[in-house]
T-cell receptor, first 114, second 114 residues
Framework: AQSVTQLGSHVSVSEGALVLLRCNYS??????LFWYVQYPNQGLQLLLK??????LVKGINGFEAEFKKSETSFHLTKPSAHMSDAAEYFC????????????FGSGTRLLVRP | DAGVIQSPRHEVTEMGQEVTLRCKPI?????LFWYRQTMMRGLELLIY????????DSGMPEDRFSAKMPNASFSTLKIQPSEPRDSAVYFC????????????FGEGSWLTVV
């Protein structure tokens, strides 16, 4: 079975500071990994994804994530936080086979202090 | 292109009433998903369809819930009878092709059962 663990339900950073949102996954087969962002009262929007190839993945709005198989991690980072980054972020995993179940973590709410 | 379109955006209904949520996926997408988001349980996959056929409905909470996809451009999620614990945001999402492809979410239907 697959699962995703996001460490920290809330993360608070100052504007301009590094953003680090943690995600660890469990999967018995090679995974596909995703980060989605949800702004208040909106649906989920894809930030970035890892399928195959380069393990450092760049996404929208200056975010990136690195797939580390040895650590079963897919942490999300951004060098400099902006006020508009305040939102909830979800890590998700699915299987690299015919199964299409996208399993989400519990989410991390990012707060950006001026 | 239009994204995934859901209706209604907001619904307040009384316990025992039937609720029907509607979804129009992105044109050409062959997968359609229904998710439910609550504070307690996070994002849960309820059911998904491939080419209008239900593939996995193991996430449907009980017999009061049913979903249909009569054609490639329309799906419904029905709750009958509704209960207060069904209050949640229900997201429809769609995707094209294999499991590594991006799943696009609608803006959600916010259901309150009183």
């Amino acid at each position: 079975a697959q699962s995703v663990t996001q460490l920290g339900s809330h993360v608070s950073v100052s504007e301009g500071a590094l953003v680090l949102l943690r995600c660890n996954y469990s999967s018995s087969v090679p995974p596909y990994l995703f980060w989605y962002v949800q702004y208040p009262n909106q649906g989920l929007q894809l930030l970035l994804k890892y399928t195959t190839g380069a393990t450092l993945v760049k996404g929208i709005n200056g975010f990136e994530a690195e797939f580390k198989k040895s650590e079963t991690s897919f942490h999300l980072t951004k060098p400099s936080a902006h006020m508009s980054d305040a939102a909830e972020y979800f890590c998700a995993v699915t299987r690299m086979d015919s199964s299409y179940k996208l399993i989400f973590g519990s989410g991390t709410r990012l707060l950006v202090r001026p | 292109d239009a994204g995934v379109i859901q209706s209604p955006r907001h619904e307040v209904t009384e316990m025992g009433q039937e609720v029907t949520l509607r979804c129009k996926p992105i044109s050409g997408h062959d997968y359609l998903f229904w998710y439910r988001q609550t504070m307690m349980r996070g994002l849960e996959l309820l059911i998904y369809f491939n080419n209008n056929v239900p593939i996995d409905d193991s996430g449907m909470p009980e017999d009061r819930f049913s979903a249909k996809m009569p054609n490639a451009s329309f799906s419904t999620l029905k709750i009958q009878p509704s209960e207060p614990r069904d209050s949640a945001v229900y997201f429809c999402a769609s995707s094209l092709g294999s499991s590594g492809n991006t799943i696009y979410f609608g803006e959600g239907s916010w259901l309150t059962v009183v």
